[in-house]
């Protein structure tokens, strides 16, 4: 079974800077592509960052030049590093893992599994 484990959000002025975490097992960090979504109140869930299996990132517009993927292989980890925020970016962030073999990284529709998100406030 492959679980997620995220942490990491919390409320920040805007040019601040956030790290979240994504934490999973040993076989899904090493074999299953991961994304990292957010969702505002009445709006729909958006892809922001995600990692491929092989390796390849991918940045929303919105994000990038601010957002990276930050990995740490000992701890089985993917960070979200969200810097100079902007209160647009206020969201419940989620990551979430597909099995091995799917790149369009910033679509929902291929991953099996979610995390429990973690809030992301941005003030102005």
């Known amino acids: 079974q492959v679980q997620l484990v995220e942490s990491g959000g919390g409320s920040v002025q805007a040019g601040g800077s956030l790290r979240l975490s994504c934490v999973s097992s040993?076989?899904?960090?090493?074999?299953?592509?991961m994304g990292w979504f957010r969702q505002a109140p009445g709006k729909e869930r958006e892809g922001v960052a995600g990692?491929?299996?092989?390796?390849?990132?991918t940045y929303a517009i919105s994000v990038q030049g601010r957002f990276t993927i930050p990995e740490d292989n000992a701890k089985n980890t993917r960070y979200l590093q969200m810097n100079n925020l902007k209160p647009e970016d206020t969201a419940m962030y989620f990551c979430?893992?597909?099995?091995?073999?799917?790149?369009?990284?910033?679509?929902?529709?291929?991953?099996?599994?979610w995390g429990q998100g973690t809030q992301v406030t941005v003030s102005s």
């Open positions: 979430a893992a597909a099995p091995k073999g799917w790149f369009m990284v910033l679509y929902s529709v291929g991953y099996a599994y």
């Open positions: 040993r076989d899904t960090y090493r074999r299953y592509s």
């Open positions: 990692i491929d299996s092989d390796g390849r990132t």
